[in-house]
T-cell receptor, first 112, second 115 residues
Framework: SQQGEEDPQALSIQEGENATMNCSYK?????LQWYRQNSGRGLVHLIL?????REKHSGRLRVTLDTSKKSSSLLITASRAADTASYFC????????????FGTGTRLTIIP | EAQVTQNPRYLITVTGKKLTVTCSQN?????MSWYRQDPGLGLRQIYY???????DKGDVPEGYKVSRKEKRNFPLILESPSPNQTSLYFC??????????????FGPGTRLLVL
């Protein structure tokens, strides 16, 4: 399977702490994206990082990409209760089907 | 408001009774896609469409049909639903530009239970 894999599967931290999630993938990518899903709802796009980029920021979010290791990380700083959600990485491969391939997600719980 | 809408949001049906889940977007996007989400399996693509009258199979197309007669609509059809199609379904769209490797906008989801 070319599916990306998030690590850890679940993460619980205290409000105010930083949360880090990782994503690994298998083949050459065009870009990698992170999405958030609140329980049972639609996915919301967070950040897109292209294969020639190494780091990207958006508010309290920081995404890094290491194409040599085929991995990415999502850092959420100063977490809030509202950050409780599942986070998915999605990879757009350079070749093959015109689609995004989603991982199985990291379930993040912020403890107030 | 730019959005992807799906209807119905919840559906309980019985095996073999044909059903259609509608999807509509108001962003003039060329690319649309259907996914199903199951515990432990993440999102898997069912079908996608690059533009009007252009559709193709995703990873798990068996038991599903789609059509794209208009740019804004992309209905998902289950001709003879079975219990293994019980799932949470999402429609998504993106600008397109001849490929789908861009930000996708998701609908709110349709939770289907097939008895």
């Amino acid at each position: 399977s070319q599916q990306g894999e998030e690590d850890p599967q679940a993460l619980s931290i205290q409000e105010g702490e930083n949360a880090t999630m990782n994503c690994s993938y298998k083949t050459s990518i065009n870009n990698l994206q992170w999405y958030r899903q609140n329980s049972g709802r639609g996915l919301v796009h967070l950040i897109l990082i292209r294969s020639n980029e190494r780091e990207k920021h958006s508010g309290r979010l920081r995404v890094t990409l290491d194409t040599s290791k085929k991995s990415s990380s999502l850092l959420i700083t100063a977490s809030r209760a509202a950050d409780t959600a599942s986070y998915f990485c999605a990879t757009a491969y350079n070749f093959g089907n015109e689609k995004l391939t989603f991982g199985t997600g990291t379930r993040l719980t912020i403890i107030p | 408001e730019a959005q992807v809408t799906q209807n119905p949001r919840y559906l309980i049906t019985v095996t073999g009774k044909k059903l259609t889940v509608t999807c509509s977007q108001n962003m003039n996007h060329e690319y649309m896609s259907w996914y199903r989400q199951d515990p432990g399996l993440g999102l898997r693509q069912i079908y996608y469409s690059m533009n009007v009258e252009v559709t193709d199979k995703g990873d798990v197309p068996e038991g599903y049909k789609v059509s794209r007669k208009e740019k804004r609509n992309f209905p998902l059809i289950l001709e003879s639903p079975s219990p293994n199609q019980t799932s949470l379904y999402f429609c998504a769209s993106s600008l397109g530009r001849r490929n789908a490797k861009e930000t996708q906008y998701f609908g709110p989801g349709t939770r289907l239970l097939v008895l």
